[in-house]
């Protein structure tokens, strides 16, 4: 927008004084001076005279600067140039409509996840009410568990899924293999318990525990993949999958359980209050009306939780409404087959069963004797790793099983429905 002094580009500056020297050099055209024999007019040497020049204002500052084009011109003699767009808008709606149209060009071009990646997708509870002026939040969270440690996706899951914020009980046990255990809970309801050498490891078993409770397909795709080769796991759940199609309020469920020798509804919902309130502290009262065509409404009352079910009799409508209350506690399970990792038979006899077996071999390293191998701890090893592929051959899937919708089975005895575990 204005014309450039010479003087501030001093290499051109010096390279136009060059210029003007050769071209003094090469004038072809020189005034005589007269000659005087040595002698001076007036007894004064005579000196040679400069050539005057005249010039006006303009003429000297068109000498004395450069337009735009003459310093383009110089730099392109000693830089290389790049032709670069600059898009200019009329107004701010052309611009905004520009920026629009290249973002939805980009997303065309989005890149996408590395192979392998496994993204775990889970509804948002909306803990505001219906009717709440609040801002309206996801129906739906997206989260990517690579390269996160299990508390760190169980923290992301509750939090965003649940609104709670999980805390943990840890506990000193007489045992020198893992001596802490840590328990989660979640809104006051105990879930995965987990033991370990040191407190971030019983922390960690017992996130993963809560996990695969909360989320069964966790077992497979995640904690499967991080942990396979973990000695320390317990049993696998893979002979409860068929419970996982079922819903926890499914009026069959008391059947399924009774045939596969799992605890009946209302034993579950017995350990469920013990383990996390004590049955000294909840009362539960029942109350059973008749209702029209030959049905009884039977009613449960569990502290501050009540649950109403229509039923044929007594005992089916004690099971229901057993259910009908495990779901109001656990309102973020969905299937019947995480309540029985969480209250069946394995939660149950796990650590038992664990602590009888160090005990078996701590009686075998007596039998030890000197300068010769263990051969009590050697058979005691075959015999487990015997019963290992028992087990992993006994629950090779052969097929898919669907629940059907229909089913006659013969009444379970009352000795089935009992689990008690001393």
Same mark, same amino acid.
């Given at each position: 927008?204005?014309?450039?002094?010479?003087?501030?580009?001093?290499?051109? =500056?010096?390279?136009?004084?060059?210029?003007?020297?050769?071209?003094?050099?090469?004038?072809?055209?020189?005034?005589?001076?007269?000659?005087?024999?040595?002698?001076?007019?007036?007894?004064?040497?005579?000196?040679?005279?400069?050539?005057?020049?005249?010039?006006?204002?303009?003429?000297?500052?068109?000498?004395?600067?450069?337009?735009?084009?003459?310093?383009?011109?110089?730099?392109?003699?000693?830089? =290389?140039?790049?032709?670069?767009?600059?898009?200019?808008?009329?107004?701010?709606?052309?611009?905004?409509?520009?920026?629009?149209?290249?973002?939805?060009?980009?997303?065309?071009?989005?890149?996408?996840?590395?192979?392998?990646?496994?993204?775990?997708?889970?509804?948002?509870?909306?803990?505001?009410?219906?009717?709440?002026?609040?801002?309206?939040?996801?129906?739906?969270?997206?989260?990517?568990? =690579?390269?996160?440690?299990?508390?760190?996706?169980?923290?992301?899951?509750?939090?965003?899924?649940?609104?709670?914020?999980?805390?943990?009980?840890?506990?000193?046990?007489?045992?020198?293999?893992?001596?802490?255990?840590?328990?989660?809970?979640?809104?006051?309801?105990?879930?995965?318990?987990?033991?370990?050498?040191?407190?971030?490891?019983?922390?960690?078993?017992?996130?993963?525990?809560?996990?695969?409770?909360?989320?069964?397909?966790?077992?497979?795709?995640?904690?499967?993949?991080?942990?396979?080769?973990?000695?320390?796991?317990?049993?696998?759940?893979?002979?409860?999958?068929?419970?996982?199609?079922?819903?926890?309020?499914?009026?069959?469920?008391?059947?399924?359980?009774?045939?596969?020798?799992?605890?009946?509804?209302?034993?579950?919902?017995?350990?469920?209050?013990?383990?996390?309130?004590?049955?000294?502290?909840?009362?539960?009262?029942?109350?059973?009306?008749?209702?029209?065509?030959?049905?009884?409404?039977?009613?449960?009352?569990?502290?501050?939780?009540?649950?109403?079910?229509?039923?044929?009799?007594?005992?089916?409508?004690?099971?229901?409404?057993?259910?009908?209350?495990?779901?109001?506690?656990?309102?973020?399970?969905?299937?019947?087959?995480?309540?029985?990792?969480?209250?069946?038979?394995?939660?149950?006899?796990?650590?038992?069963?664990?602590?009888?077996?160090?005990?078996?071999?701590?009686?075998?390293?007596?039998?030890?004797?000197? =300068?010769?191998?263990?051969?009590?701890?050697?058979?005691?090893?075959?015999?487990?790793?015997?019963?290992?592929?028992?087990?992993?051959?006994?629950?090779?899937?052969?097929?898919?099983?669907?629940?059907?919708?229909?089913?006659?089975?013969?009444?379970?005895?009352?000795?089935?429905?009992?689990?008690?575990?001393?």
């Amino acid at each position: 927008k204005h014309e450039i002094p010479l003087s501030a580009v001093p290499c051109l =500056n010096y390279r136009k004084a060059l210029d003007k020297e050769a071209e003094a050099k090469n004038a072809s055209i020189v005034e005589p001076v007269p000659e005087t024999n040595g002698t001076a007019m007036n007894g004064h040497e005579l000196l040679p005279l400069p050539n005057a020049k005249i010039e006006t204002v303009k003429e000297n500052l068109k000498a004395q600067s450069l337009t735009s084009a003459e310093v383009t011109e110089y730099c392109q003699r000693l830089f =290389n140039f790049k032709t670069i767009k600059v898009r200019r808008f009329k107004s701010w709606s052309a611009r905004r409509k520009f920026t629009k149209n290249k973002k939805q060009i980009k997303n065309l071009q989005r890149p996408t996840l590395p192979d392998g990646t496994k993204l775990i997708t889970f509804p948002v509870l909306n803990t505001e009410g219906e009717n709440s002026s609040a801002v309206r939040t996801k129906k739906e969270w997206i989260m990517n568990p =690579n390269g996160k440690s299990f508390v760190c996706i169980l923290h992301e899951y509750v939090q965003h899924a649940l609104k709670k914020q999980p805390s943990y009980e840890f506990k000193e046990l007489e045992n020198a293999a893992t001596p802490y255990s840590a328990t989660v809970a979640i809104n006051g309801l105990k879930y995965g318990t987990g033991y370990g050498t040191s407190k971030k490891q019983a922390k960690s078993e017992a996130a993963r525990e809560t996990l695969e409770i909360l989320i069964p397909q966790m077992k497979d795709k995640i904690t499967g993949d991080k942990e396979a080769s973990s000695s320390n796991s317990r049993s696998s759940y893979h002979d409860l999958s068929v419970f996982d199609e079922i819903k926890i309020e499914d009026p069959r469920v008391a059947e399924f359980c009774a045939k596969t020798t799992e605890p009946s509804p209302h034993a579950i919902l017995l350990t469920c209050l013990q383990r996390n309130f004590g049955l000294g502290d909840v009362h539960i009262q029942y109350e059973i009306n008749n209702v029209n065509h030959k049905k009884n409404e039977f009613k449960m009352i569990v502290g501050k939780h009540t649950a109403s079910v229509v039923c044929k009799n007594k005992r089916d409508g004690k099971q229901r409404a057993s259910q009908a209350i495990l779901q109001i506690l656990h309102p973020h399970i969905k299937t019947w087959g995480s309540l029985l990792r969480l209250y069946g038979n394995r939660s149950i006899k796990s650590f038992k069963e664990k602590k009888q077996e160090e005990q078996e071999i701590t009686v075998l390293q007596s039998k030890a004797a000197i =300068n010769q191998p263990n051969y009590a701890i050697l058979d005691k090893l075959k015999l487990e790793m015997t019963k290992l592929m028992e087990r992993d051959e006994a629950v090779k899937p052969i097929g898919t099983f669907v629940p059907p919708t229909d089913i006659s089975l013969p009444t379970a005895t009352g000795s089935n429905l009992k689990n008690v575990d001393l």
